[in-house]
């Protein structure tokens, strides 16, 4: 099962920041956080991961809370090309699997 | 960055045959592949995990005997759909997991294969 909720869906309009809520409350000291998504008939897309530490890359930034119960993925420029279902996945150091969840369906409207 | 390709990209097939999807990684080796179905509007479900060399690892509920998987070099997995009925219509996924990892236990996805038994 699942170990994140996420709102359903989310709406953006293009050129400002879209940030996506993640809950991870079970969330255990060597679980990293990952954030996937899936434009429309497409495999999914890594986009950013992180274990404490805020992390940032071409892509987005990751912001995760001090007691790592919830992270926030920001997309600080929002395109219309960033509609999409929008993934938060915890993970265990070593393990292979990973586990989706229904994840946050993030509109951008121009 | 790290490129996984499917094929077929889609098929249709009649009820009762049998289809192939295959799963490659072209530019790094993978000892490790998953395959993932999805229907429509709900998200991605494990379907089993893909040792090169060795038999799949089934997720609960998944019939082994109708869904063969085959990982036999580190860079070719493929799933095979036995007597595919309309209800294996569905998209299937597969990803990779690099034999050198760029990032700690990255995985890269496919495209994607949209099977449509008739």
């Known amino acids: 099962d699942a170990k994140t909720t996420q709102p359903p869906s989310m709406d953006c309009a293009e050129g400002r920041a879209a940030n996506l809520p993640c809950n991870h409350s079970?969330?255990?000291?060597?679980?990293?956080v990952y954030w996937y998504r899936q434009i429309h008939s497409q495999g999914p897309q890594y986009i950013i991961h992180?274990?404490?530490n805020n992390e940032t890359n071409e892509m987005a930034s990751l912001i995760i809370t001090e007691d790592r119960k919830s992270s926030t993925l920001i997309l600080p420029h929002a395109t219309l090309r960033d509609t999409a279902v929008y993934y938060c996945?915890?993970?265990?150091?070593?393990?292979?699997?990973?586990?989706f969840g229904q994840g946050t369906r993030l509109t951008i409207n121009p | 960055g790290a490129v996984v390709s499917q094929h077929p990209s889609w098929v249709i097939c009649k009820s009762g045959t049998s289809v192939k999807i295959e799963c490659r990684s072209l530019d790094f080796q993978a000892t490790t592949m998953f395959w993932y179905r999805q229907f429509p509007k709900q998200s991605l479900m494990l379907m089993a995990t893909?040792?090169?060399?060795?038999?799949?690892?089934?997720e609960q509920g998944v019939e082994k005997d109708k869904f063969l998987i085959n990982h036999a070099s580190l860079t070719l997995s493929t799933l095979t759909v036995t007597s595919a009925h309309p209800e294996d219509s569905s998209f299937y996924i597969c990803s990779a997991r690099p034999l050198r990892d760029r990032h700690p236990y990255e995985q890269y996805f496919g495209p994607g294969t949209r099977l449509t038994v008739t």
């Open positions: 079970t969330i255990s000291g060597n679980e990293y």
């Open positions: 992180g274990l404490k």
């Open positions: 893909s040792n090169e060399g060795s038999k799949a690892t089934y």
């Open positions: 996945i915890v993970r265990e150091q070593g393990a292979q699997k990973l586990v």
